[in-house]
């Protein structure tokens, strides 16, 4: 059974840079769909960017578009975020997420429903991002 941990959360800075980093156990993320969520307390998650592993294809937020960027590493088994041009309104709790579909419509409309609707089936526990002077 999957498992992801994640880790590189922390305090920054507006203008500063994080990497988050999710590693998976227990399988391969090989052929599975990925991505990094957010949530702020009291609000809805927010799907900030996704990618397929088959081909790479990523998806991001129009809120972190340009500045944050996602990737993998098939041989640690890792998922990425790397978070530049930080901003107050990034601060929230960050989740990394995996999704194998049974079925595909296409990588890039899977990874946008993936992003945008949920359906991952496995989730890690979090990392706090905190971005204030």
């Known amino acids: 059974q999957l498992q992801l941990v994640e880790s590189g959360g922390g305090l920054v800075q507006p203008g500063g840079s994080l990497r988050l980093s999710c590693v998976a156990s227990?399988?391969?993320?090989?052929?599975?769909?990925v991505g990094w969520f957010r949530q702020i307390p009291g609000q809805e998650r927010e799907g900030v960017s996704c990618?397929?592993?088959?081909?790479?294809?990523?998806y991001y937020s129009d809120s972190v578009k340009g500045r944050f960027a996602i990737s993998t590493d098939n041989t640690e088994n890792t998922i990425y975020l790397q978070m530049n041009d930080l901003k107050p309104e990034d601060t929230a709790t960050y989740y990394c997420?995996?999704?194998?579909?049974?079925?595909?419509?296409?990588?890039?409309?899977?990874?946008?429903?993936?992003?945008?609707?949920?359906?991952?089936?496995?989730w890690g526990q979090g990392t706090r991002v905190i971005v204030s002077d």
């Open positions: 997420a995996a999704h194998r579909p049974p079925v595909t419509f296409g990588t890039p409309r899977d990874i946008f429903r993936l992003c945008n609707y949920g359906g991952a089936d496995t």
């Open positions: 990618l397929a592993t088959s081909d790479g294809e990523t």
């Open positions: 227990g399988g391969s993320l090989d052929f599975y769909n």
